[in-house]
């Protein structure tokens, strides 16, 4: 088992805090979080072990989860890299991208493993369909929130769009060629809602809405290839796949079947997958436990964290 300790004891740290003492690949050691009171709220009601200081913590364990607000992601992961220790680190990875690129290289230098909480490639709507995605050519994305305070901080890019930015680096195979973009404060000082279009070399489209101002919750994603429409419903937990083949000889009564204007007639498969439930913040933090173990890349790397912030720097750059 790993020895972690938790930067940041907030919402989510807690759930952090929960669920690493629950996995049997941590040994769970204790937090620090730089609010006395909250510190001690905490260890009270839970029972973890409070420290008195980050450099404390670091020194008694292998793996720091770093649960901060973005602001300090930096220098918190730098301090834990110079002390040879691997990190979890909450998405964003950094609040810039010159960050990033800075711990990109104090990571590669001192030998050290890093995985960035992109919670959604863990999402089992996600993780079902995944391998069926191959060479999407228009990716549509609608996640949209009621307002809540907490995430604020940030523009709504860094706070919500950023999931789906990763998703779609993660999917397509393709060098980002360019970025239009707008986006409107309408309660908070930085951007409440913002629409993106990217657009990759190989032809690639993806429209992105992201919203913290909504009536409704959505996360919602669609992807479109040859032959195939995937979507994705990262909120409700499930996906569906459309496919179109060729007519078979002897079509079912029933069967679907479409003609285009050349006359060429295809049939539509409808496949319902099988999502398991799970725990997606227990897999990202498991999976790093295992890469850490076995000398392996990790799921979303310290590389990747890096390039979802750099697409969401040249969308906001577009505001």
């Known amino acids: 088992m790993l020895k972690v300790g938790v930067l940041g004891a907030g919402h989510l740290g807690k759930i ?19 609010s006395k009171e909250n510190a001690k709220k905490v260890a009270k009601e839970f029972g973890y072990t409070s420290f008195d200081s980050i450099d404390s913590l670091i020194d008694a364990v292998q793996v720091v989860d770093i649960v901060t607000p973005t602001l300090s992601h930096f220098d918190c992961a730098k301090k834990c ?11 964003p990875i950094t609040k ?7 711990i990109l290289v104090l990571a590669n230098e001192n030998n050290i493993k890093g995985q960035v909480g992109h919670v959604e490639r863990f999402n089992p709507a ?22 809540n305070p907490r995430g604020t901080d940030v523009p709504v890019v860094l706070d919500l769009m950023i ?16 970025v239009h973009a707008s986006g409107v404060s309408v309660i908070s000082e930085t951007p409440d809602i913002s629409n993106a279009r990217i657009e990759f070399e190989n032809g690639c489209v993806a429209n992105l809405t992201a919203s913290r101002i909504s009536m409704k919750n959505m996360r919602k994603s669609r992807f479109f290839q040859k032959d195939a429409y995937i979507s994705v419903d990262f909120l409700e937990k499930k996906s569906e796949v459309v496919r179109m083949k060729d007519v078979p000889a002897n079509p079912d009564e029933f069967a679907m079947i479409l003609q285009n204007a050349e006359g060429v007639k295809k049939q539509i498969y409808f496949e319902n997958l099988d999502v398991e439930n799970n725990n997606a913040i227990l897999d990202e933090l498991e999976t790093f436990a295992d890469a850490i173990n076995n000398n392996t890349t990790p799921v979303v790397s310290l590389s990747q964290g890096t390039e979802a912030l750099r697409v969401a720097q040249m969308i906001i750059d577009c505001f």
């Open 16 to 34: 952090h805090l929960r669920l690493l003492q629950q996995s049997d690949k941590y040994d769970l050691v204790g937090f620090y979080d730089p």
């Open 81 to 91: 890299i110079e002390k040879g220790r691997h990190i979890f680190i909450e998405k």
């Open 96 to 102: 810039t991208v010159e960050e990033a690129e800075a």
């Open 126 to 147: 996600f993780t079902a369909v995944n391998e069926k995605i191959e060479s999407p050519m228009f990716i549509e994305c609608h996640r949209l929130a009621e307002f």
């Open 163 to 178: 999931h789906d930015i990763d998703i779609i680096l993660s999917v397509v195979k393709s060098k980002v060629k360019d």
